[in-house]
């Protein structure tokens, strides 16, 4: 009951937010030192034309890695049915798919108007029906807190949103704040009204700590019955439309919080702070941000983690 | 009901945590620009030896401008009976005493064991009755979540302590994590066992951000009760025995938290990022953390603002 879920997505939303293209061998490697620390869920790759975003070009190739190891749940990123097939081809567990709330950020980042997304999210689900392994699709709400371009997101157009992804086959809600928006009384909120449409399928949250609140939001949506957290390792990556983004949440400063709270993550921090050091390493141009790399954890361990 | 107080302690707690030492111009412009945002809580000064503490040598002058200030509280930090009888004649509403619970850091941090601190903050308590003015004794129990040097600091040193220091005639006890260590699940379980024997009187937290979690912690504090928060513009301060500080609760960020937890601060954020212009003005060479004054507000006021 007190378990939760830490999912990492560096490797698809840091990798393609960021300049540096990681090489195949430096992702698996990130890979496999994640899942060393006990991290078993991972968004790990993007389904998008190597034009586009050349750091995911090797996505294949991550995926088939990925599925290799033991109870790792692998997810990856598709925007459109092209993406989709690829992504189901792949084997991979879960396929996210962005819709966003906000019609002004959905025609910057994906070039088409939230309906038009609802419905390549029903074929990209009717698409799934063809595969033999058992698929799930989540629907990521992104802007569902705010938006950069749009400025305010109104929570009916969230919620009549969700309620049209959920008809259109969707297993997962997941909703974003991808500005860094959000604030605790509107995630109560939020989380509230979305979960009267969408019950016990909204089950996941991806915060941007742009201004600092990732962590404290958290706190609210872990008491409103989210179970699964989306982080960055070292808060790398955010959202290119939402300007001075200082990344994702930093995973382990999210881990050491929720292991804080009593909550139990099935991840060894240290190894995570390793798992770090590789990523750095092979990323020297990025900025990395965080707290607890830095501080290091208590020089005692307290009876409640 | 939903009203909430901010006590900025950067002019004490910061200034004296760093190099720089800030003249008392500059100092008199922040209590001015931060009294302008709306902050009506301030720790000004700190009544220590000047050869000590070189930063503080001008409390007197400090303090005095600060009481010119209509509604403002002004809180003044003595470590010991000689500091008190400075704070007394200075004028200042409130006094904090800092009570290490850790021995070890009690030792380092005032050279004295915290049985013989709550002696001295005894004594302060009767010199209070000297003075004509009223004037409000506050015990800040210091490194209340853990200690660098000694490690896990036990609950039960805790009470004792806090029993003590009511007994001895304190107004307002105030909860220090001086080293970063605290988590949710031990900010609740420590407010519930110190409320147990310090009731109303348990009021104030004060909390570092050294592993990120102070806006964190912050939540949970105000779900258990505590209507007053230590921060510092900028972050700026923190404890000289913990190493890898990054400082104290970030008053911005916090203030753009509490805002939007639907607590009223009664301070403008927007008036508060100029004052922090003008501090960082005036202190060239020290750093600021804090993420709103870089990402700036969201680009609507969403409602629950």
Known sequence: MNNVIVNEVGMRDGLQSIRSIMSTSAKLKWI??????????????????????????????????????PDLTVTVLAPNLRGAHDALASGAHRIIVPVSVSSAHSLSNVRCTPERMVEAFSEMCEARKQVSQPVKMIAGMSTAFGCTIQGRVPLEELIRLTTLVLEAGCDIVSLADTTGYATPKQVEQTLTAVRRVAGDKLQSVHFHNTRGLALANTIVA???????????????????????????????????????????????IERLLACREIVKSSLPDEQMYGHLAIAGLPNHCPTYV
Do not use: W
Request: with cysteine; proline share 6%.
């Open 32 to 69: 496999d030192s994640a899942y060393e620390a006990g991290v078993r869920h991972m968004e790990v790759a993007s389904f998008v034309p190597p034009k586009l975003l050349p750091q995911m070009a090797d996505a294949a190739e991550v995926v088939e890695h990925a599925l290799t190891l």
């Open 222 to 268: 872990t008491q409103n019955g989210i179970r699964e957290h989306d982080a960055s390792l070292g808060g790398i990556g955010g959202c290119p439309f939402a300007p001075g983004v200082s990344g994702n949440a930093v995973t382990e400063d999210l881990v050491f919080m929720l292991e804080g709270m009593g909550l139990h993550t099935g991840i060894n």
